[in-house]
C-alpha cells in the first residue's frame, strides 16, 4: 500500500473512526493527547500484516489497549463503510449482471474460451495464536479444533471466491481450521442457499469452479479425478486449473 492508498483508505473510514473513538474525552480531557486516527489506521494494518502488538507499541507510541482498539476500531470500520462493500449495495453474492462481466473476464484469460465461469472459490487457512480454554468455553468449540494438523498452526478457515481480476467477490470465515473446505462452504449461508430447489444465485448456464475439495452441483465444476483418465479428460482439467488458479493468486496477494 503506498502513501495516496493510505490515505484514501483512511478518507473513507474517517467518520466511523471518529463516531467510535471522539477526538476529545469526557470533559474535554486527553491526559497523553488523543491518538490520532491515521496512527490508528497505521497499527491496525501492520498488525494485519504479521506485525507484533509489543512492536506497534513501540512504533506508534500507545498502550496494549490502544493497539487493540485501534485493531478492533479498524475492523468494525471496514465492516460498516459501505464504498468497502466487496459487492453492490452489500450484497453475499455478485448480481447476475455483474456474473455476465465476471464470466467475459474468466473467458479472456481461458485458452479453452470457458465462458460461463462467475467465481473461482477455495479454503485458506488464516493463522491466529492458540485459543486460550475460556475461549474456547465461550465458543463451545475444544481448541483442538482450531489445530489444522496439514499445516501444524492454529487458525481459522477462510473462504472465498473471486473475480477473474483476482477481487473479493465472497467470503466465510465461520470454521476452525481443522474443518474441512466442504464442510465450511456447504454450511456456509451461501452453500445452504445454493442447495436449496430453485436457488437462482448463480446465473443459470453459470458456474463457480472449485477443486476437488468440493463435488459437481449444477452449480459447481470441479476436475476430473484420478489418474487413468482421457486425453480429452486431462486436457478439461488443465483448462479448468488454468482459471481455477485465479482464487490462489488472490490468496497470495491477500497475504503478502
Partial sequence: ????????????????????????????????GSINTKLQLSAALRFAAGGS??????????????????????????????????????????????QEDIAKGFKAMSSAQFDQIVLAVDGMLVWTVQPTAV???????????????????????LMAGCDHLCQFCWADVKHPGKASDYLSFATSPLGLKL????????KNGHTIIGDNAWVPRPWMTTPIPGHCITVNDNAYNFYHSQVRITIE????IFVY
Fill in 1 to 32: 500500500m503506498d502513501t495516496d492508498q493510505f490515505h484514501e483508505l483512511h478518507a473513507q473510514l474517517l467518520p466511523q473512526r471518529e463516531e467510535q473513538f471522539p477526538t476529545k474525552r469526557s470533559r474535554d480531557k486527553t491526559p497523553n
Fill in 53 to 98: 502488538p509489543l512492536d506497534i507499541m513501540l512504533t506508534h507510541g500507545m498502550s496494549r489497549q490502544s493497539v487493540y482498539d485501534s485493531i478492533w476500531g479498524t475492523t468494525d470500520a471496514v465492516n460498516k463503510t459501505k464504498s468497502l462493500d466487496i459487492n453492490a449495495d452489500g450484497a453475499e453474492f455478485p448480481s447476475h449482471k455483474e
Fill in 135 to 157: 475461549d474456547c468455553e465461550v465458543m463451545n468449540v475444544g481448541e483442538r479444533q482450531f489445530h489444522c494438523f496439514c499445516k501444524d498452526k492454529f487458525g481459522m478457515n
Fill in 195 to 202: 442447495e436449496q430447489p430453485n436457488s437462482n444465485i448463480v
Fill in 249 to 252: 493468486l488472490m490468496f497470495g
